[in-house]
């Protein structure tokens, strides 16, 4: 009986015979995928089966079956045809079969077996199609037995499992070979065999291509690959891969990367798109073109500029495309006796560039302004002409009475590339007023132990009528350490208060209306000793110039004065020592200069009216135009209009009106101010035209300001000027009020309300009238002593024990400074009164201004010392700003630039400390912005400590004031922080995180 059918039965269904695929196999030979006839051959020829069935896609199944269990001595081979070995140096036989277990057929113990042999035998060629079969041909590669056979389920059923076993066979060095299936006596059925040898498969591996390769046969040494960069990338360190046994690919080594204009996808390079660009091989992705730039082709290396737009040599191609710098704005100039000052503000558009410099091209005109030529060698440019960082320049040793013209070219990186782009500003300058000296040779006529008389001649005919001369002399052995002026209008003069047997310095130089003339030579004159003759009476001699020098008459009023009340407000200190100056000045009130005009108060007079006619010029109304209301004064309305003055033009003045139905007291208090203005002769001193009190209405009459007020036209121009300019207007108010200080004038209410500005932004002091001004001020507040003072401007100790001085002034200076450099923000911003009186007691300083130069925040610091004999001197302010605009450099470091500020306890104190983001926003009547801050993630203070005004703007604070008041008060909460961590007292700071409402 034959078990074949018996076996069929079990083995068809449930088998599984697809073949799962192996990348790294070379297949030789697959019986699954042959679909004609295998044609094996079988010895005996009806020992082994070949039964082909069809799966269910109709594709063969070539299996082979022997089961001549029953039969003794069994030896029936299974040849397979010849195999082409290919590449293969070691071959692998898979061979899927069922095997049933003997045990399973009943009789044929003895007989059955569970076994059969696999052989093989290696040659060139396949045999002849009559070859005869030989066994012993054969190698035997092993005897195969089955991990399965028949099992018997739970219900009785019988299962067939099938067995994979996979063997060995190599090395392997013919063409090809035989493989053979040697059956002894058992049931099997063979149902696929598969054979292969194994390869590492072609590979991409970065970015290098590695062919397919068969590993070696001894498993335990590795095949070294060299891989070949993809197209377009080039080797970085030699690309290298090893084959291993399995056909796997171990160890890269080295890599490729794409070349330039290429990138990495898929493991390929491929180039970039139009629009983008890459400049370096490497493992980095195409760049989209740098802004003012394009590339219109594939594979593009950089981008190129467009049109008017260019790279300088260094440029990285990563870096956008820039052009030409447009021309400085605002040029200006600021001529005196020998230095031409020219500045200027950044171009509105830099090109894209940080690097601009600046050029300066000086050319001299003839009268009309043409035929310009190239100034010569002799003009001098400080600190250069080319290449300048910053944006003025000073001009020196230019001719006088010429016409220049100059141009400065901002430059940058790409000037060079496009020279017909460039874009000049120009200024003609003429140097009228910085005329030579027009003063000759100064002689001494004769000097007594305190006073010298000089005179001298005017050198050559001056271009314009000489309004007046100015004689600055020194102690000769304090080498200008302090100097004295005085002016006069007649060529000589008789300088008085000075030190016996001293020799002094001196020299004069006269204004026109073209401005001051250069200064005479120096001469030295020495002052009489204690046994001079000419010694005799020169107080008397001093005042009678000095009076008729200054236009008022001094002496009469004084004598007068000194009659009537007895009170001496004035007196010449026949000997100052200098050093005494400083000490003595503030606390003693005022002690004159010599020579110069002493401020005599109208309260004095028993009759105001007198000193009214005395100070101010009585003008014909009919001489009066009125042409527009342009404000409200306390008396009344403030008008524009024109004064006609007997054989000149009209000027332009401003009118102060008294309103009807006044009371006796208004009168005087409106006119007091006129009797004090009247006094006053400085060009940043509002100047007294003249009043009108014996008709109706009663006017005062001043020179018009075509700006107005200072705190409104700043806040109208928020941001328009430049530092030196906002300096120059410092420097003006400092000047008048050292000009008042000198004759003993103490202004109360200075502050930026209380300046003027014309159109030439010359800024003049105003508002005067002591208790008045005060009355008349909004700004005044009632202080416990009961006076009214407007508190934010107003020193310490004038608000505590009503102690106003020169020495106040300067506190309110400094608050005028801060103003100033803020352009009109609010001191203190919206603390309430109470909380400034204490906060600056505590020793709280406003913080500098966005903007604001180090050197300027000091002088206010300095200004703001509680100890008034401390703080600087008007003077000393002049000189000090005088110096900054000399040396523009020294305004370049601002509070912001500044990491490590100086903080000393006195100059820089705790500031108030604020509990919350929200209650510190409501301190600057900031509140609105709550949410921005909190929805940035600045919950706590600490955290806003480091924002920047790019940071404020980029939260949403998008009006300029407020960025501004907002970063004002973060520098101060940066002091703040700072000083308490120099001083280590962290347990002030308090901060409370907050959450958006
Ligand atoms: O800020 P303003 O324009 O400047 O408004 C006030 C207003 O009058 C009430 O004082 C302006 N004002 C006062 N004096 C003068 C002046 N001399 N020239 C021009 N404007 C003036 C001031």
Redesign the pocket.
């Known amino acids: 009986m034959t078990y074949q059918r018996f076996f069929f039965m079990f083995a068809l269904p449930g088998l599984v015979l697809s073949d799962p695929s192996h990348s790294n196999q070379v297949v030789l030979l697959d019986t699954t995928a042959v679909l004609g006839e295998l044609s094996w051959k079988t010895y005996p020829i009806n020992g082994w089966d070949a039964i082909t069935e069809m799966d269910e896609h109709n594709r063969p199944i070539h299996t082979f079956q022997v089961c001549h269990v029953m039969e003794p001595n069994q030896n029936n081979w299974l040849r397979t045809n010849w195999i082409p070995r290919q590449a293969a140096q070691k071959i692998y036989v898979e061979l899927r079969f069922t095997l049933r277990d003997c045990n399973s057929i009943p009789w044929v113990s003895g007989t059955c077996k569970e076994t059969f042999n696999l052989h093989y035998f290696e040659i060139d060629e396949p045999h002849g199609a009559n070859a005869h079969f030989n066994p012993n041909d054969y190698a035997k590669i092993d005897t195969i037995a089955a991990d399965e056979s028949f099992t018997q389920t739970d219900l009785g059923d019988r299962v067939l499992r099938l067995n994979t076993e996979v063997r060995e066979v190599g090395p392997i060095a013919r063409k090809g070979f035989y493989l053979a299936f040697q059956d002894v006596g058992a049931c099997i059925a063979l149902v696929s065999v598969r054979v292969y040898y194994k390869k590492c498969p072609s590979t991409l591996r970065n970015l290098a291509a590695f062919p397919d390769t068969v590993p070696r046969v001894d498993s335990s040494s590795l095949v070294e690959v060299r891989g070949a960069c993809v197209e377009n990338a080039e080797e970085r360190d030699t690309p290298r891969l090893y084959c291993g046994a399995d056909g796997d690919w171990l160890v890269p080594l080295g890599r490729c990367v794409c070349s330039i204009g290429y990138e990495e996808s898929d493991s390929l390079c491929i180039a970039c798109r139009p629009g983008f660009y890459k400049a370096f091989a490497g493992n980095i992705k195409c760049s989209k073109c740098p802004p003012h730039s394009s590339s219109h082709t594939e594979g593009s290396s950089q981008c190129h500029c467009e049109r008017s737009y260019y790279r300088a040599s260094k440029d990285p191609p990563t870096m956008a495309c820039t052009r030409l710098p447009s021309s400085p704005r605002n040029l200006v100039f600021n001529i005196n006796e020998t230095a031409l000052f020219l500045e200027w503000t950044p171009p509105s558009d830099t090109g894209g560039r940080k690097d601009v410099t600046y050029d300066v091209f000086c050319f001299r005109c003839g009268a009309d302004g043409q035929a310009c030529e190239p100034c010569n060698s002799n003009v001098r440019f400080i600190p250069k002409s080319t290449g300048l960082t910053s944006t003025s320049v000073v001009v020196q040793d230019f001719v006088a009475h010429a016409n220049y013209t100059f141009q400065i070219e901002a430059l940058n990186g790409v000037s060079g590339l496009g020279r017909s782009e460039r874009q000049l500003a120009n200024i003609t300058v003429s140097t009228e007023q910085a005329g030579p000296s027009l003063v000759g040779v100064v002689r001494k006529d004769w000097a007594s132990q305190t006073s010298i008389a000089l005179s001298w001649q005017e050198t050559e005919q001056p271009h314009a009528a000489i309004l007046d001369y100015e004689i600055k002399y020194y102690e000769k052995e304090q080498e200008q350490l302090s100097y004295s002026s005085t002016r006069t209008k007649s060529p000589s003069v008789i300088v008085t208060g000075l030190n016996p047997s001293t020799v002094y310095v001196f020299h004069v130089r006269a204004r026109t209306l073209a401005g001051y003339s250069s200064y005479s030579p120096k001469f030295e004159f020495a002052t009489g000793d204690e046994n001079s003759e000419e010694a005799a009476d020169q107080g008397q001699v001093l005042v009678i110039v000095t009076a008729t020098v200054g236009g008022f008459s001094l002496l009469i009023i004084l004598t007068l004065f000194l009659l009537i009340s007895g009170r001496c407000q004035w007196y010449i200190k026949s000997k100052i020592k200098s050093e005494d100056k400083k000490g003595t000045q503030y606390q003693n009130g005022h002690v004159p200069f010599p020579g110069s005009k002493t401020y005599i108060d109208p309260d004095t007079y028993e009759d105001p009216s007198q000193a009214v006619h005395e100070f101010a010029k009585e003008i014909d109304p009919s001489r009066i135009q009125i042409e527009r209301v342009?404000?409200?004064?306390e008396f009344g309305e403030?008008c524009?209009g024109q004064l006609r003055i007997p054989g000149k033009k009209e000027i332009p003045v401003?009118i102060?009106t008294l309103k009807g139905g006044y009371t006796e007291r208004q009168r005087r208090d409106f006119l007091r101010e006129a009797s004090i203005m009247g006094q006053f002769d400085n060009p940043n001193i509002?100047r007294l035209q003249g009043v009108v009190t014996k008709s109706r209405p009663v006017m005062i009459v001043?020179?018009?300001?075509?700006n107005?007020?200072l705190d409104?036209?700043l806040r109208k121009h928020d941001g328009h000027f430049t530092v030196i300019q906002l300096v120059g207007m410092l420097r003006g108010i400092a000047s008048g009020m050292m000009y008042l200080s000198d004759i003993g004038y103490v202004h109360r209410d200075l502050a930026a309300r209380n300046i003027?500005v014309d159109d030439n932004l010359v800024c003049k002091v105003?508002d005067f009238g002591l208790s008045r001004v005060l009355e008349d001020d909004p700004e005044a507040a009632y202080t416990t002593t009961g006076g009214k003072i407007p508190i934010r401007w107003t020193a310490p100790e004038a608000i505590a024990y009503r102690k106003f001085s020169s020495a106040s002034d300067a506190w309110s200076y400094g608050i005028v400074m801060w103003e100033v450099m803020s352009y009109g923000e609010r001191p203190y911003w919206e603390m309430s009164n109470q909380d400034v009186i204490l906060s600056i007691e505590e020793g709280y300083r406003l913080p500098a201004p966005m903007g604001c130069p180090v050197a300027l925040h000091q002088l206010m610091l300095l200004c703001w010392q509680k100890e008034r004999s401390r703080r600087p001197q008007f003077n000393d302010v002049v000189s000090f700003l005088d110096k900054l605009i000399r040396n523009p450099s020294s305004l370049l470091t601002l509070v912001e630039d500044v990491n490590s500020f100086p903080v000393t306890p006195e100059d820089m104190p705790d500031y108030p400390l604020f509990i919350s983001i929200g209650d510190w926003l409501d301190s600057l009547k900031m509140s609105q912005y709550k949410n921005n801050f909190i929805a940035a993630g600045y919950t706590t203070l600490d955290s806003i400590s480091t924002m920047s005004i790019d940071d404020v703007r980029r939260i949403g604070v998008s009006l300029i004031g407020h960025q501004r008041r907002i970063v004002s008060s973060i520098q101060a909460l940066r002091l703040q922080f700072l000083h308490v961590q120099q001083s280590g007292f962290h347990e002030n700071w308090t901060i409370y995180p907050e959450e958006p409402q």
């Not at 342009?630 to 004064?633: E, F």
């Not at 001043?702 to 075509?706: D, I, S």
Request: net charge negative.
């Open positions: 342009i404000g409200a004064g403030v524009s401003a102060k509002i001043v020179e018009y300001m075509e107005g007020s409104s036209f003027l105003s």
